[in-house]
Each structure stands twice: as C-alpha cells, then as structure tokens.
C-alpha cells in the first residue's frame, strides 16, 4: 500500500466498522493488516485501542481484540513489558479465558526475551 490517500481510507473504514461493532474480530485483522502492508507501527493504533480498553479501569474493556492489540503495543515499546503482561492477564482471566492458555503463552513468551536477553549479556531494555 504506497498510496497514503487509499491507505488512510481504509484505515478508517476498519475504525468506522470498530466503531459499529467493537467485539468483531474481522476489522482489527483488517487493520493490521493495513498497518503491515503499510508499513506503519502498530503504536499509531494505541489512543484507538485505548477507546475500546483500559488497563487503568478493568471494568471499561469494550474488546478483547483492542486489549490484545494493546498488549502488542505495550510489548513493543520500551518499558511497557509489565503493561503488556498485565492487559495478556485481563485477557487470561477475564476476557477470553477460554483460550487462557494461548494469553498466558504470549505472556511467557515476553519473560523469555527479558531471560534470553539476560542470558546473552544485554540488558532486558535493549
């Protein structure tokens, strides 16, 4: 997607059919999607997400898909792991707890780099 026109717009529709049905998986695909195609990182989603979930108040969780969304936000960013460990955990237990298993992998999975990292002579922020 080299055309910034055609990507916006489709960035936009994905958030407009968000918008209608936050629960629906298939337009956060689509997002990514668009975001991969494009090139663009997944942390200029991160105010949409936040609309939809909030680690802050675990009662104003709107979308499961807008959690682990924000879980791959947080696990990106520099600092955030704990963030991202803590919205894979409202997803374990609260949200999606019937693929509980897979949310506490991920979450595994973001102590493994901090070990591996460890193990290798870097420090876990680098």
């Given amino acids: 997607m080299k055309d ?4 916006d717009r489709e960035i936009e529709y994905a958030k407009a059919a968000i918008d209608k049905a936050p629960q629906n998986q298939s337009p956060w695909n689509y997002l990514r999607g668009i975001l ?8 200029t989603l991160k ?10 108040d675990a009662d104003n969780v709107h979308s ?34 019937i693929r509980a298993n897979y949310w506490n992998y991920r979450a ?6 901090a070990e591996e990292a460890k193990a290798n002579g870097q420090s876990a922020a680098a």
């Fill in 4 to 7: 910034k026109a055609v990507t």
């Fill in 36 to 43: 991969r195609l494009s090139a663009q990182p997944l942390s």
């Fill in 47 to 56: 105010a949409f997400a936040s609309r939809y979930a909030s680690l802050d």
């Fill in 64 to 97: 499961s898909h807008a959690l682990d969304l924000l879980a791959d936000i947080f696990a990106q960013e520099e600092g955030a792991e704990e963030e991202a460990r803590q919205a894979l955990s409202l997803l374990a237990e609260r949200y999606d707890p």
């Fill in 108 to 113: 595994s999975l973001l102590n493994g780099s």
